[in-house]
């Protein structure tokens, strides 16, 4: 029987979906993520410091850009050689197949090229994720690797799930394998990337490596709990969430003011109506009219008189009356 990696679909997860599917949607053809070289050479940066930096390297981010741009830094050899290798590895992305192992393999040699021995092959022994000296999880027994890797590969190769869900899912259980000797965080950032980039090309240049920095102790809190549970739909609606927040700088351009003046119309003519019934007004998803709505009140434009359940909105008029 074919291997189906354990996913639990919760309606977050469904939601969180249809939130990204629709900030994709507004990036537009001329979105300056899609386009701008100025935009990718600093995405690309942060990218690169904000993975290693998730991995103890403590260059900071002028010296990554020095190196980056190839010019000489005085630090630490093997951080040096750190950012080299996640610079050429991610120049890379353009010719990897992200469901081929070989070319998995292919991009973790680059990545771990000098810093380990066996950069580029499997693990030949056994490893796991420490916190300070407590183990915090064991990956597979090296002898499975191979077999469960290319489980893995082949699973994405044939599954019919959306591919936001794909690239988390495959994020996690290739976590969960810790399938090399060392350079596992790094790698499965990158083929997240990967993933998702051939899903919808300008997320390629999306930083889901800063806003994972930014919530380290969730990113790991997040694996914790999918191994608990057994499945990992605690860490595909981390992730999910990650991957909507970095979108949003990139997408909330022109459609948010015609989407404001949309609920202000339809709040102020239907003062009774459900954030259900506002997301079914504006087709698109709860997390959206809810995001919308709290904006609007926010800026002083949209109140709520009354309870919650029974209450009623009111539109403020710019003389500041309801």
Request: glycine share 8%; hydrophobic share 40%; proline share 5%.
């Amino acid at each position: 029987m074919a291997y189906e990696p354990p996913l639990n679909r919760t309606a977050e997860i469904d939601e969180l979906c249809m939130e990204i599917a629709e900030l994709v949607g507004a990036l537009g053809t001329a979105s300056p993520l899609s386009t701008s070289p100025v935009l990718h050479r600093e995405l690309r940066i942060t990218t690169i410091h904000s993975s290693l930096m998730i991995e103890g390297n403590t260059l900071s981010r002028e010296m990554v850009t020095a190196i980056l741009d190839g010019k000489r830094v005085l630090g630490p050899a093997e951080q040096i050689l750190e950012v080299d290798n996640a610079r050429l590895a991610y120049q890379l992305m353009n010719d990897l197949n992200p469901h081929s192992a070989n070319d998995l393999l292919r991009a973790h040699g680059v990545m771990m090229q000098g810093l380990i021995d066996d950069a580029g092959q499997y693990r030949s022994g056994n490893a796991g994720v420490f916190r300070g000296d407590r183990l915090i999880h064991a990956g597979t027994p090296a002898q499975y690797v191979p077999e469960v890797m290319a489980d893995l590969f082949d699973w994405m190769s044939s599954t019919d799930l959306h591919p936001l869900l794909v690239s988390c899912v495959f994020h996690y259980e290739f976590e969960f394998i810790h399938p090399f000797a060392d350079g596992n965080g790094r790698t499965g950032r990158l083929w997240h990337t990967l993933l998702l980039s051939h899903w919808r090309s300008p997320l390629a240049w999306l930083p889901i490596e800063s806003v994972i920095r930014d919530r380290q102790a969730g990113y790991y809190a997040a694996i914790a709990g999918s191994n608990t549970a057994g499945s990992s739909e605690s860490f595909a609606t981390f992730m999910l969430t990650v991957i909507r927040d970095a979108l949003l700088p990139y997408a909330s351009g022109s459609s948010v003011p015609d989407r404001q003046a949309r609920t202000l119309l339809f709040l102020g003519a239907n003062p009774s109506a459900t954030i259900a019934d506002l997301a079914g007004h504006l087709a698109c998803s709860r997390r959206t009219a809810e995001r919308i709505v709290s904006e609007l009140r926010r800026s002083g434009r949209l109140r709520r008189k009354g309870s919650a359940r029974a209450g009623a909105w009111q539109v403020v008029d710019d003389d500041g009356s309801a």
